[in-house]
Nanobody, 114 residues
């Protein structure tokens, strides 16, 4: 049974920062590419950042230079450091594998508002 639990979201002002965490279980984490995805109201879910099993990263153009994805294989966890947040970053953020998706978790709400 694969479980993904996101946390760390909240309400922040434009320019603020948040650090999201994702705890996973039921997968061979160290051998899985992982990613962060987000879905804003009325929009499709989109990929935000990916990190391979070897640590290589890839980011959506909209977040490059502002977000950083990382992983801790010993903790079966993946993180997303979000800096210089913008209004358009408002969304529910989810973690999952980089492909062959497991069932989606509940996500964590990030709201950027002044």
């Amino acid at each position: 049974q694969v479980q993904l639990v996101e946390s760390g979201g909240g309400l922040v002002q434009p320019g603020g920062s948040l650090r999201l965490s994702c705890a996973s279980s039921g997968i061979i984490f160290s051998r899985s590419a992982m990613g962060w995805y987000r879905q804003a109201p009325g929009k499709q879910r989109e990929v935000v950042a990916l990190i391979s099993s070897g640590g290589s990263t890839n980011y959506a153009d909209s977040v490059k230079g502002r977000f950083t994805i990382s992983r801790d294989n010993a903790k079966n966890s993946v993180y997303l450091q979000m800096n210089s947040l913008k209004l358009e970053d408002t969304a529910v953020y989810y973690c999952n594998r980089g492909g062959a998706f497991a069932p989606w978790g509940q996500g964590t709400q990030v709201t950027v508002s002044s």
